[in-house]
């Protein structure tokens, strides 16, 4: 292996281990025998002023101004609004006003905490008064007041970690690098392809990466076209994202992943559920803008010394020796009256990809090098309307179209662009009342997976004096021409909505119930727009003539210049060529509509120290035809009745979604066709159609929906400043959708099938440790958080078109280290590192401006499943051999540097230094035709900007 970087940098890039080493003396790990801050004593007054605001954000804002240390569990504060506290107040006399009208009170759970609770809806809607604390009495500084998810469903990211996090591309995806049990694609990791900007595919829990569910402010953004299709150069399937649309995190303040208890209320996935809300409008005026460079020329490119002088070379998509990428970012944020508030903003995220247009070299009459291009936008406009104290309307545009420009390697005018991206329109009202609260959204979306071609055709001549572009001496082909002109996309509209009730009292318990209801309507859309013709090399026949029978000369698809090329060590020439067969994919459309319907109901039960939610969530969809029942339960035992150890499990099923490319495959066969001619008394005939001796084709069965269930066991430990949660995921996927080739026994053709064939399973356990206080050293302070995996995965197939799943595939056993196992029970390649440890460290220095964040990310080795090339000989009959190939495990360190500096006023200047693998560690992947690839070395990243 070596580093490349193929063009010298024009500053040479600093030593890295003093600075590395100065930044880790100013890390947590500095920090472990300090005492949290200092607080003013409880029942001293301080000088406060919060206010009226949503409930949450006020009692963050108390325990920052008081350091008093709050608890509660998000569902308790959503929706609720708080009443303003200006004045000098001692801390519970304040937290009492911020909760006065909403129902909801506080007590103390042991050392100067408290824990806020719903009162009965009986109760009278007062809040219980704690005497104040002795005067000598401190409470620990709180910076973030607890969140949990009483289920241990999963976790947030609050907005100061979303800002300073190094987050790959400035994609969702990549803030849930510090999540356990998040597995990202290794592919997209490899050193050579450092140039992509779209986000990485993640697979939750060891679920298919395209079965998540991803909303943006409670509404979905998964595109549904076809997300297992991945291939650029395809001539019939462009390839589509899981996300349709592809949010920069500048327009996020918030991020919740759930990955085990989810709540009925979410449906149509087998991972997971991640949902980012994005900013609201700013009290004030205010806004920023900033850009953001990094370059091939500010990272280390670790390749196999193999790959190296191809790489250097590279004429391929996959293989990226230099890039540049730049992104702009810009919003601004305020109210146009006291109860009416606008926020817009924009982003570009761009990327340039010069590489060799030919693999070979020498004098081309076509261009030598070719830029390929990535681009995706974001436009987004929310307002958000109080209508009234307990009515308020969020609408939202968002405009986030995606053009990626590619060519194919070794061709004339193949140039070709796909699309991607959506949009979105969302008006979601929120109303509360006495009895609880409702929530109706309506929205429409779009999804786009297009492609537009240089050309209508493609053509694979034979060398020649007039086709002689391809500047290889031994090419047998010489090929001009592009992918045809492909419309995927869908549209759709949707209406939802839930009730929330305020907690009610029913004997000895306390019941909060949850239901509601989705619809949604969905037109997908395949659109050949004109006739596109592929010409083969195999037929390109010689010729004296380009007559034309009809009358003519065919200068197209003939040329009388003489070729000639080696084949087999043989030389073939000829006068001239023509081609006398061609495969048509003519225009036309397949397009269908289909209708979804969803409910849920759930009940959260609160009975002494027992906590637990029953939930029911079913779905119906005239595509697939098929109702579905998803039960979902969990329980939450507080075993010392203090809220700080807790015992919970659950048994929960998760329905995935069905993909439209299942029944437009169907259709879009009908639009190949192949036509044939010859010669005859020296005229080339007119094209007549020629139906193809083995033809593929798909056929739409009925398959089921595919699920997952799940059982889970966890404990959630919280101790002074610290809260520890262990949980163990035992995930059952079945019926998993799979692409099968089959062969009609009566026609001996090819056909595709879509089956229910497919299975996975997976046990994961995940261990977190994080701060609840920050911790103070000198003037600086700091933030924790540890998270372990251990994940054993073990799936029939990579996704939904993976070939191997063929009817031989199905049957068949392999010998696996010496046994003999079924093909399908093989274990997982991709997204299944069996361990990994993740460190998150946040600090702050005030005095210097800055803040930094450290990522660590300990991977361990990781086996890949590989055919061996052998066979071996059982009672009589023979299996191919297979065995377990161990790669090593690696050690990463990213970081973000943040300086900021007020200039007057409200406006500063700010930069985020970032650096990825500080270390310029050699990282190894799976290997690719047995050569090793690498993750990226050390890479820079500087964005600069201005905020007012």
Request: with cysteine; aromatic share 10%.
């Amino acid at each position: 292996m070596r580093p490349q970087n193929p063009l010298s940098s024009p500053v040479p890039l600093p030593r890295l281990r003093p600075l590395a080493l100065a930044v880790a003396l100013l890390s947590p790990l500095a920090a472990l025998p300090l005492q949290a801050a200092e607080a003013p004593a409880a029942g001293v007054a301080v000088r406060l002023n919060i206010p009226a605001q949503a409930l949450g954000p006020a009692l963050i804002e108390l325990g920052r101004q008081t350091r008093l240390q709050i608890s509660f569990p998000p569902a308790l504060v959503e929706g609720r609004r708080s009443a303003a506290v200006s004045g000098s107040l001692p801390p519970l006399q304040a937290l009492e006003r911020l909760l006065a009208g909403t129902r909801i009170g506080y007590r103390s759970t042991g050392n100067n905490t408290v824990l806020l609770e719903a009162l009965p809806a009986l109760a009278r809607p007062a809040t219980p008064i704690l005497p104040a604390a002795p005067a000598d009495r401190h409470l620990p500084e709180v910076k973030v007041v607890d969140q949990r998810d009483p289920f241990l469903g999963g976790r947030t990211i609050d907005e100061e970690l979303i800002r300073s996090f190094p987050a790959g591309n400035g994609d969702a995806t990549s803030l849930l690098k510090m999540h356990p049990g998040v597995q990202f694609s290794e592919t997209r990791m490899q050193s050579k392809r450092q140039g992509e900007i779209a986000p990485q595919d993640i697979s939750i829990n060891g679920a298919k990466y395209y079965q998540n569910l991803f909303q943006v402010d409670g509404a979905r953004i998964n595109n549904d076209i076809d997300p297992g299709s991945n291939n650029p150069n395809h001539f019939t399937d462009p390839p589509s994202a899981a996300q349709g649309i592809a949010l920069d995190t500048s327009l996020i303040c918030k991020l919740q992943i759930a990955d085990s208890n989810v709540s009925a209320r979410y449906g149509g996935f087998n991972g997971g559920v991640v949902n980012v809300e994005t900013c609201d409008p700013s009290a004030e005026l205010s806004g920023a803008m900033s850009v953001q460079y990094t370059s091939s020329n500010w990272t280390k490119l670790i390749v196999d010394e193999r790959d190296y002088e191809a790489f250097q070379n590279s004429s391929e998509y996959t293989a990226q020796p230099r890039f540049r990428k730049v992104f702009y970012k810009g919003n601004v944020s305020g109210r146009i009256n006291e109860s009416w508030g606008v926020t817009a903003a924009f982003s570009r995220r761009t990327s340039d990809i010069p590489l060799r247009a030919y693999s070979s070299n020498g004098s081309t009459t076509d261009a030598a090098e070719k830029t390929q291009t990535r681009q995706i936008d974001n436009l987004w406009l929310k307002n958000v309307i109080n209508i009234s104290p307990d009515t308020r309307l969020r609408v939202t545009v968002v405009d986030a179209p995606g053009e990626d420009n590619y060519f194919i390697k070794n061709q004339k005018d193949s140039g070709f662009t796909l699309t991607s991206g959506g949009q979105q329109l969302q008006a979601a009202l929120e109303h509360r009342m006495s009895t609880g609260k409702w929530f109706v959204q309506a929205g429409y979306s779009s999804s786009d997976s297009s492609r537009r071609g240089e050309t209508d055709y493609m053509k694979s001549w034979r060398p020649s004096a007039a086709k002689n572009w391809n500047p290889a001496p031994n090419a047998t082909t010489v090929v001009e021409g592009a992918w045809g002109n492909v419309d995927q996309s869908s549209k759709a509209a949707s209406l939802q909505a839930r009730f929330e009730s305020i907690p009610l009292a029913l004997g000895p318990t306390a019941h909060r119930f949850m239901a509601g209801a989705e619809f949604e309507t969905e037109e997908a859309r395949y659109t050949r727009l004109n006739n596109h013709y592929s010409y083969l090399p195999a037929n390109a026949k010689s010729t004296t003539t380009c007559a034309l029978a009809g009358g003519g000369t065919d200068s197209d698809t003939c040329s009388l210049s003489p070729y000639s090329y080696v084949s087999g060590g043989t030389t073939v020439s000829g006068p001239g060529q023509y081609f006398n067969k061609r495969d048509i994919y003519r225009a036309g459309e397949i397009s269908f509509s289909t209708k979804k319907f969803g409910y849920f109901l759930e009940d959260d039960i609160s009975w002494k120290r027992l906590r637990t939610r029953f939930g029911l969530r079913g779905d119906w969809d005239d595509y697939m035809d098929k109702a579905t029942l998803a039960p979902r339960f969990s329980l939450n035992l507080d075993v010392l009745g203090n809220n700080r150890t807790n015992v919970i499990l659950g048994q929960n099923r998760y329905y995935g979604r069905s993909f439209y490319a299942y029944r437009l495959k169907e259709g879009r066969e009908a639009l190949k066709i192949t036509e044939s001619r010859t010669i005859t008394a020296g005229k080339i005939t007119d094209w007549v159609y020629s139906a193809p001796n083995s033809a593929a084709a798909n056929r739409f069965n009925e398959i089921n929906i595919p699920f997952d269930d799940e059982q889970m066991l966890g404990l959630s430990q919280r101790f002074d400043g610290w809260l520890a949660e262990l949980k163990f995921i035992h995930r059952e996927g079945k019926d998993q959708v799979t692409l099968r080739t089959i062969k009609d026994m009566v026609t001996n053709k090819n056909y595709y099938s879509y089956t229910n064939d497919g299975r996975t399973e997976t046990d994961i356990t995940t261990l977190t440790l994080r701060s609840t206080v920050p911790w103070k050293l000198a003037a600086t302070t700091h933030q924790w958080e540890l998270g372990l995996d251990i994940t054993e995965n073990k799936r029939s197939h990579t996704d939904i078109s993976e070939s191997a799943i063929s009817q031989s595939n199905f049957d068949k056993y392999i010998v696996y280290n010496g046994q003999l196992i079924h093909y399908l029970d093989r274990p997982a390649n991709n997204f299944n590192r069996p361990k990994t440890l993740r460190l998150t460290t946040l600090s702050s220095i005030p005095a210097w401006n800055l803040t930094i964040t450290n990522f660590f990310r300990l991977k361990s080795g990781y086996k890949a499943v590989v055919d061996t090339g052998t066979t071996q000989t059982i009672n009589g009959e023979t299996y191919d051999v297979w065995k377990t190939k161990q790669y090593p495990g690696s050690l990463s360190w990213d970081m973000n540097i943040g300086w900021s500096k007020k200039v007057s006023g409200t406006q500063s200047i700010f930069a985020n230094l970032r650096i990825d693998n500080v270390l310029n560690r050699s990282m190894q992947l799976e290997p690719v035709n047995n050569i090793p690839q690498y993750e990226t070395g050390r890479q820079f990243w500087l964005e600069l900007g201005y905020r007012f």
